[in-house]
């Protein structure tokens, strides 16, 4: 094999699963911003958890990005040197040969784009089927299976599959590499193990495994009598103060805006909505079932958790 990555010893193994276990949670957090902002500006429309779990993390995402960092290093730790994968920077899993894009390229991303499918259709159907919630919801997309996978959004993952493997993955593998040295420095032989940052990992696994075991509701009773708490009535209550008050503060400032400016503001904006007006309506035709429906708003309570389905 052309590298430590599928070396056997019991040392190396461990090693490799606590850098592994980084780069889950880095998927987790960063697939949590990004969930955020899309259904805060595209699909929900308002500030919603996107998660099942109260804290910043989507395991989806973090299992994502550790299949397809799993792909890339099996299939180019297997494949002959007669069939050259991309590698850019020629250091590539252990891989020296420089290699720009080519047609065997298409195996390893085809086997990404499937697996990303696959796995948020696990994951939707566990959570539909087993705790009765949808945290996504393609009900409304032409095609789509379940309600939780659909053509559009495999596109999407497409997309990603792409991004990841020509733009990412050389710049992950260096991560990886730069993150097995921080945390193991010296490397896989005589190594002194960076026990501060490997505790560190420890504490946040530790919130995130507390945090699942509150979100799968074993401990919903405790949580229901920390909501029913004084200390937490007054704490909605003065939240509700500043929001009102922010509100207040917003409505003064806009009066005091000349009526001439905002006027052309209001012709400009109304301009611009025409405009992109016509464009969705094509777009919502092509895409969903009811081209009326395109915000999944009604998905969320008013805390912003996603509903639970009778």
Sequence with gaps: MRNIFLAT???????????????????????????????RFVSAKKWVNPGFMHGPWLPLYGSGLVVMFGICALIINLFPSSMPLYNPLGNL????????????????????????????????????????????????????????????????????????YYGLNPYVYVMFRKMFDLLFEGGSSGQVVNVFLIFDLGIIYGIFLIDLVISLGVFNKLVKMAKESEGLKHYETYR????????????????????????KY?????????????FSKFIAKLMYIDPNKTSTADNYDSSGRPKKES
């Design 266 to 278: 209001d012709n400009a904006k109304a301009a611009v909505a025409k405009e992109s007006s016509k």
């Design 93 to 164: 899993f252990g891989n020296k040969v420089a290699s720009g894009p080519t047609v065997y390229d298409l195996i390893p991303i085809a086997i990404i784009w499937v697996c990303l499918v696959l796995l948020e259709f696990i994951a939707g159907v566990i959570f539909v089927r087993g705790f009765k919630v949808r945290l996504w919801d393609y009900t409304n997309m032409k095609g789509n299976i379940l309600g939780v996978i659909c053509p559009q959004f495999s596109i999407i993952w497409l997309i990603v599959d792409l991004v990841f």
């Design 9 to 39: 010893s019991n040392h190396i193994v461990s090693e490799y699963i606590i850098v592994i276990l980084f780069m889950f949670l880095f998927g987790c957090m960063i697939g949590y911003l990004s969930e955020t902002l899309f259904r």
């Design 240 to 263: 509700a103060k500043q929001k009102a008050k922010l509100l207040e503060n917003k409505a003064k400032l806009a009066s005091r805006i000349p009526d001439s400016v905002k006027e």
